[in-house]
């Protein structure tokens, strides 16, 4: 049996027993068809953190009788890292209890990161869970430790100090260079992270009721890869996630929708699912509902169903697997301009090379674009991807995964990736390539966005007092001093004049600089007037005369992430190891110590996804369009495309 009339088998399979339990009366429920991988990697499980259960001695608090369980676990990347808190009570509360946990993590060798939340088990429960959003700066797994306070009462039973996470805490590295995917299992509580030994990607698997519900806690993803049916039973029990999910792609992210049909026939569906427009490009043959006749304007919008252009492939098949000295771990490129600049990097060096079969990649060049296997379309600033079948990725997270072995997951194999799975792949943006830049590496455009003349070495005003400084101490000095006979007053008059034109240089660019905070943005923002949803990227640049006290101020869905200046590797370290504080409000969040610097540039990528009101109302006026700007901005100018 070939394996294409196999896949079909198992789908006619599994239809039959969906139709079977619908006539039971069984609960809806999803049904996973357990394919096997069409290549022979056998998926390896990665460290990506644990879960710990306190009192670690006793069943509960010796003070509090409460126990306290922390899940640490999820994709190894850049972003904001969902963990989950849950406390628990034997017994039914009597009042409610005011729970408040403060989560510390190591951000290199000196940093620390402190996150503040608190929640309540209401009267009469006997569990309540929270999750706090905890900033990933670096791909290390942290390592964590915590204070717990029970109505304001710290409790040492439920607390762990740094000095037991070590040995209580899991801790390991991602190799970072794979693509981070989440998909959906049926078992709860998994939360589990595999990967090929050759690290091209990772997948970490969650039940459907487990998706996070904001968007923020996507923001360690490259891509989301889930069936249409899984898709729209996320929706029925999830609707939150659902949403979420939705947003996180609007904000740059990347959904893998499988099993639209072998025609593409069940597009439909999922535009209507996700708000999308039904139109493909021309050049994309599908059959049935899909089917659509597009004129020429059609052919030449931006927003339609279109296959991947491969522009950019590595004729060669090199393979070159990397060592990223500041971590140890290997790194697999295929990209031919990835290799290119790795190879320029001090920070890695060539481990080995290979060269894959002609025929595998005569067989990816060949083809031109994707339309065999998917076809995407924009959706705000992210991406969805519609697959005639089961993306590999999807038949590799159901593989039974091997033993936990960090070494073999980092060792070069010979094992080939599907040519489907290939193309997808070149074409995810990683994590450092979408946003432009990594939290814990130097940014060489850095002085791009400097507030303008802040921060800044007066170089005239200084050449001005230096000279002046010269002529007084020097030549005018001797002459008075001969003049009036006390040339030997030399001695007190040199030192006292350097000192009043250090004071007068410091004075200066103090009150020139002055004491306030000014902020320097350019951003970029899409707004979805039909749904009211929108996204913004922006680039933020503060410069401090004195840092405040009460630090910054943010809503709770904007993402920021700092951008490293890259005058010298040692300014890395300095901010890589901040010492930065986060305390989570229920509409706000305060970032009071470490985020701003006195005198210092400082910059953050922002990103925000959200529901808002802020709209152009356009009105059609005889041969003119009326446009009323309720976006709250000054517009320059405005273009409108109509059918």
Same mark, same amino acid.
């Not at 599994?14 to 339990?21: G, H, K, M, T």
């Not at 791009?448 to 050449?463: D, T, Y």
């Not at 990528?605 to 309720?630: F, G, H, W």
């Given at each position: ?21 619908? @006539? ?88 620390? %990161? ?68 989440? +998909?959906?299992?049926?078992?709860? !509580? ?83 699912? %996700? ?19 597009? /004129? ?83 959706? !705000? ?54 946003? !432009? ?43 008075? %001093? ?6 030997? %007053? ?56 004195? +840092?405040?006290?009460? !630090? ?28 930065? /504080? ?35 109302? @356009? ?23 109509? /059918?």
């Amino acid at each position: 049996m070939t394996t294409l009339n196999r896949k079909r088998w198992d789908r006619a399979f599994c239809s039959l027993v969906a139709c079977c339990a619908g @006539l039971m009366g069984a609960a809806p429920a999803i049904l996973f068809a357990q394919t096997r991988a069409v290549w022979s990697a056998a998926p390896v499980a990665q460290s990506n953190g644990n879960t710990v259960t306190m009192p670690l001695k006793r069943p509960v608090s010796r003070s509090s009788k409460l126990s306290l369980m922390i899940d640490t676990r999820w994709s190894q990347n850049y972003g904001y890292r969902p963990v989950e808190v849950t406390i628990k009570s034997p017994k039914p509360a009597t009042a409610d209890r005011a729970i408040s946990i403060r989560l510390n993590t190591s951000t290199g060798w000196r940093g620390q %990161l402190k996150v503040d939340q608190e929640f309540k088990l209401p009267k009469g429960s006997t569990s309540a869970t929270t999750t706090i959003a905890v900033p990933q700066y670096q791909m290390a797994t942290p390592f964590y430790w915590w204070d717990v306070r029970i109505d304001g009462v710290k409790d040492k039973d439920l607390s762990l100090e740094k000095v037991d996470a070590y040995g209580v805490m899991q801790s390991g590295y991602s190799a970072g260079s794979g693509a981070s995917f989440l +998909a959906m299992t049926i078992k709860s !509580g998994q939360r589990s992270l595999v990967a090929p030994n050759s690290m091209e990607f990772e997948v970490l698997s969650l039940a459907a009721a487990e998706f996070p519900r904001r968007w923020i806690d996507y923001t360690c993803l490259d891509a989301i890869t889930l069936s249409l049916d899984e898709l729209v039973f996320l929706q029925e029990l999830n609707p939150e996630a659902f949403q979420s999910v939705r947003r996180w792609v609007r904000a740059g992210g990347q959904l893998w929708v499988n099993d639209v049909g072998d025609e593409f026939q069940r597009l439909p569906e999922l535009c209507k699912l %996700l708000q999308l427009d039904e139109s493909v490009a021309p050049e994309v043959k599908t059959g049935g509902d899909a089917k659509r006749a597009v /004129d020429a304007a059609t052919e030449s919008a931006w927003v339609a169903w279109r296959p991947v252009r491969f522009v950019n492939g590595n004729p060669e098949g090199q393979v070159v697997t990397f060592m990223d000295h500041t971590t140890g771990q290997t790194r697999t490129v295929r990209d031919a301009d990835i290799i290119a600049r790795l190879q320029y990097d001090s920070n890695y060096s060539m481990v080995s090379q290979r060269y894959e079969s002609g025929d595998e990649v005569s067989l990816l060049q060949s083809s031109g674009d994707s339309a065999r296997w998917f076809i995407e379309q924009p959706l !705000g600033l992210g991406m969805v991807r519609a697959f005639r079948e089961t993306n590999d990725v999807s038949l590799f997270q159901q593989s039974r995964p091997a033993v936990n072995a960090n070494v073999a997951a980092n060792q070069t194999t010979s094992e080939d990736l599907p040519p489907s799975l290939r193309s997808a792949l070149q074409s995810v943006g990683r994590w450092s390539a979408r946003h !432009g830049m990594a939290p814990d590496d130097a940014s060489l455009d850095f002085a791009n966005l400097l507030v303008p003349g802040m921060g800044l070495a007066p170089v005239n005003e200084f050449r001005i007092l230096i000279t002046l400084f010269v002529l007084l101490i020097g030549p005018a000095n001797y002459w008075l %001093l001969r003049r009036w006979r006390r040339l030997h %007053l030399m001695v007190l008059t040199v030192p006292l004049a350097a000192a009043i034109v250090t004071f007068a240089l410091f004075a200066y660019a103090i009150v020139a600089d002055g004491f306030g905070t000014t902020v320097r943005a350019h951003s970029y923002t899409t707004v979805d007037q039909r749904t009211g949803e929108t996204a913004c990227w922006a680039r933020l640049s503060y410069y401090s005369g004195l +840092a405040p006290r009460a !630090g910054l101020t943010m809503p709770t869905d904007v993402a920021m992430y700092p951008i490293v200046p890259g005058w010298n590797a040692g300014s890395i370290d300095a901010h890589v190891n901040s010492k930065r /504080d986060l305390r989570w409000e229920p509409d706000e969040a305060r970032l009071s110590r470490g985020w701003l610097r006195s005198r210092t540039p400082t910059q953050y990528l922002t990103i925000r996804a959200r529901k808002s009101p802020l709209r152009l109302e @356009l009105q059609p006026v005889r041969e003119r369009m009326r446009v009323k700007n309720e976006l709250g901005a000054r517009i320059e100018y405005v273009v409108v495309v109509d /059918d």
